[in-house]
Nanobody, 122 residues
């Protein structure tokens, strides 16, 4: 059974940092990504990483602040978030794809976690 389980969400003040984790089980994937969805808004791409070569892709809104990484031995992907802003408040979802491409297109990701809440106060 394939599972993606996110953890590490919480409440932080603006300017603070948080590290999200996504543990995968049941199989390995070619690409992992993070998406987020704020109340009343569409789900948006945040970052992606390939498991072969570690190629990354970031949304313009998080470049220079967020870092995606992976631990192949643990089959886990991380999202380090620095300099957090209230606009970063959302439910963050881990996604996985069998295609080796760090794409922003959600349709490429066929496996999704349940999400973890991130709230940033002003």
């Amino acid at each position: 059974q394939v599972q993606l389980v996110e953890s590490g969400g919480g409440l932080v003040q603006a300017g603070g940092s948080l590290r999200l984790s996504c543990a995968a089980s049941g199989r390995t994937f070619s690409t992992n990504a993070w998406f987020r969805q704020a109340p009343g808004k569409e789900r948006e791409f945040v970052a992606a990483i390939t498991w072969s070569g570690g190629r990354t892709n970031y949304a313009d809104s998080v470049k220079g602040r967020f870092t995606i990484s992976r631990d192949n031995a643990r089959n886990t992907v991380f999202l380090r978030m620095n300099s957090l802003k209230p606009e970063d408040t959302a439910v963050y979802y881990c996604a996985a794809s069998t295609i080796m491409m760090p794409t922003i297109v959600a349709d490429y990701y066929h496996y999704w976690g349940q999400g973890t809440q991130v709230a940033v106060s002003s």
